[in-house]
């Protein structure tokens, strides 16, 4: 009988997220990242569910807290802390930061600080899938706050009206910056509502993993075939809205029954439990990630930042000619003017 190791491999990538986030919280503290937000995605490991039963070529776009989900879709946490960092060895070359980090090769469509300003571009994709049928899917992945947008309901109805390869997925973690989800919506079945425009919906459980992944799976199989999917999932946010929130509209004891909600501790005891790990060899994951993300940690330190004359490349068209230097306009301007 062959033994799922799968559990085992989707632990190991739940460690390296909860280590590369708690190393981005270093980089903030230190005063190295690029900006003042940063937002978080521990205690939303869980996603890794959905990340891994994508396939390579599938596409996603992701919101303010999609560190985790670019991690579980194959980045390179070294080039991604440089990308937070501001310097030239990041994925945007320095210039996307924390909430803009894209990277076509990995199928990340762009991360977007508009809160659910990714979603529709996902629509866009799977119109595109399904015209040339590539079998590809496109996932938007986003937080409560996004459900009380229009754009979504938008893009939800086009996905159904048009049979899109898209799925939806709704990261709850309780709070819109902070806002509780009870205090934003009049009524909490979000997946009721994803129903009423046609798509199938599902709810994961947001501190098990292997629940995310079966449930993430089957509905991945049906947006691939032209049935597009919505699946929301339960979990909480360790820490405030931004790095700098010390979420002071929660109470001491809501946060600590809140963090005994921990996908990472549930997900170590899991493959403990089922022997796919010794104690010492869970462990020696740990330690592996931990390594990892501090040698990622420093090479953003000690990464250059981008030159001053790429300020505008990648910002127009190829073929461009290039914004001349204010200096030289004000310079032949008064050329004209002593004329």
């Given at each position: 009988m062959t033994t799922n190791t799968a559990p085992l491999s989707r632990y190991r990538t739940m460690r390296r997220i909860r280590s590369f986030e708690e190393r981005v919280g270093?980089?903030?503290?230190?005063?190295?990242?690029?900006?003042?937000?940063?937002?978080?995605?521990?205690?939303?490991?869980?996603?890794?569910?959905?990340?891994?039963?994508?396939?390579?070529?599938?596409?996603?776009?992701?919101?303010?807290?999609?560190?985790?989900?670019?991690?579980?879709?194959?980045?390179?946490?070294?080039?991604?802390?440089?990308?937070?960092?501001?310097k030239a060895s990041g994925y945007c070359r320095?210039?996307?930061?924390?909430?803009?980090i894209a990277s076509h090769a990995l199928g990340h469509l762009g991360a977007n600080a508009i809160v659910g300003g990714g979603i529709p571009h996902?629509?866009?994709?799977?119109?595109?899938?399904?015209?040339?049928?590539?079998?590809?899917?496109?996932?938007?992945?986003?937080?409560?706050?996004?459900?009380?947008?229009?754009?979504?309901?938008e893009a939800m109805n086009m996905a159904a009206l048009w049979k899109l390869p898209v799925l939806f997925v709704c990261l709850n973690n309780q709070y819109g910056m902070g806002t509780r989800v009870d205090r934003s919506a009049g009524r909490l079945a979000f997946g009721e509502r994803a129903e009423s425009f046609g798509l199938a919906a599902a709810h994961g459980d947001g501190t098990d993993v292997e629940q995310v992944h079966d449930v993430a799976s089957q509905l991945v199989v049906g947006a691939r075939d032209g049935r597009p999917g919505f699946l929301e999932i339960d979990s909480f946010r360790f820490y405030g809205h931004a790095r700098?929130?010390?979420?002071?509209?929660?109470?001491?004891?809501?946060?600590?029954?809140?963090?005994?909600?921990?996908?990472?501790?549930?997900?170590?005891?899991?493959?403990?439990?089922?022997?796919?790990?010794?104690?010492?060899?869970?462990?020696?994951?740990?330690?592996?990630?931990a390594e990892e993300m501090d040698a990622a940690l420093e090479s953003a330190v000690t990464a250059a930042?981008?030159?001053?004359?790429?300020?505008?490349?990648?910002?127009?068209?190829?073929?461009?000619?290039?914004?001349?230097?204010?200096?030289?306009?004000?310079?032949?301007?008064?050329?004209?003017?002593?004329?």
């Open positions: 270093e980089l903030f503290l230190r005063g190295e990242s690029a900006g003042s937000m940063l937002h978080l995605s521990i205690g939303e490991e869980a996603v890794v569910g959905v990340t891994d039963a994508m396939q390579k070529g599938d596409t996603f776009t992701t919101h303010h807290r999609g560190h985790g989900v670019f991690l579980g879709r194959g980045a390179d946490p070294a080039r991604m802390m440089a990308e937070i960092g501001g320095g210039k996307g930061g924390s909430m803009h996902v629509v866009g994709a799977g119109l595109t899938y399904r015209n040339r049928g590539t079998r590809q899917v496109s996932v938007a992945f986003f937080g409560d706050g996004a459900m009380q947008q229009g754009i979504l309901y700098m929130d010390k979420s002071p509209y929660r109470t001491p004891e809501e946060e600590e029954e809140g963090r005994k909600r921990d996908p990472v501790l549930k997900a170590r005891e899991r493959i403990i439990a089922e022997g796919l790990a010794t104690e010492d060899e869970a462990t020696e994951i740990d330690t592996d990630a930042p981008p030159a001053l004359d790429t300020m505008f490349e990648d910002v127009f068209a190829p073929g461009t000619p290039a914004p001349r230097p204010q200096r030289d306009r004000l310079r032949a301007i008064l050329s004209e003017d002593a004329a």
